[in-house]
């Protein structure tokens, strides 16, 4: 039990013959103002509303007999998108990455937009494949454009070695080190 004491009488009188009122003792119990304390920061803790986690849908494939069937992509509906350096973003219809053509992140959306509209939305499957050259930025930004579009199915994997050749000679092409 917490307590302040105020002192009280120490025996000692003021002059001869002059006799001092008894002092009594002073006592303030704290117990109720701690238990009062406690209870209020209990409250306040159980009351409070917590941050709210955000999270990213995700859309997992579903389970097939064979699973060499399970993530095939038809080619009328594959659109490859590379991620380079300096802002650039590379993209081919289909699976030939010799089709490699260069964008911007300003006009990737309309290349979306114009993919979605002439496939079957289905078969429409967004492969993305950042490089070593890409910033996390660049990452969250496709992923950001993904949401978007409302594109359903992509995926993101990592490049191969033939498209980051095409990357850089691209690159080259254009002036960007």
């Known amino acids: 039990m917490a307590s302040l004491d105020s002192g009280g009488d120490d025996g000692h009188k003021k002059g001869p013959g002059v006799k001092k009122a008894k002092k009594m003792s002073t006592r303030v119990d704290m117990t109720p103002m701690v238990d009062l304390g406690f209870l209020l920061i209990t409250f306040f803790i159980f ?6 986690p955000t999270a990213m849908n995700l859309f997992m494939p579903k389970d097939v007999d064979k ?3 399970q993530n095939k992509v038809k ?5 490859t998108i590379l ?4 802002d ?7 699976m030939d990455p010799t089709k490699l053509q260069a964008s911007n992140f300003k006009l990737i ?14 078969d429409l499957v967004v492969i993305i494949k950042p490089s070593e050259d890409a910033t996390y930025k660049n990452t969250v930004d496709i992923l950001d454009e993904m949401t978007i579009n409302e ?27």
Not at 83 to 86: E, Q, T
Not at 88 to 94: I, K, L, P, S
Not at 163 to 170: A, G, I, P, Q, S
């Open 109 to 122: 959306r309309e290349e979306i937009m114009k993919k979605k509209q002439n496939t079957n939305p289905e």
């Open 151 to 177: 594109i359903k199915r992509y995926a993101m994997v990592d490049i191969t070695e033939d498209e980051f050749k095409l990357v850089k000679l691209t690159e080259a092409a254009n002036g960007i080190k």
């Open 75 to 79: 080619e009328t509906g594959a659109f």
């Open 83 to 86: 991620l380079g350096k300096s």
């Open 88 to 94: 650039q973003v590379y993209f081919y219809e289909g």
């Open 67 to 69: 699973p060499d069937d």
């Open 47 to 52: 009351t409070t509303t917590m941050a709210q």
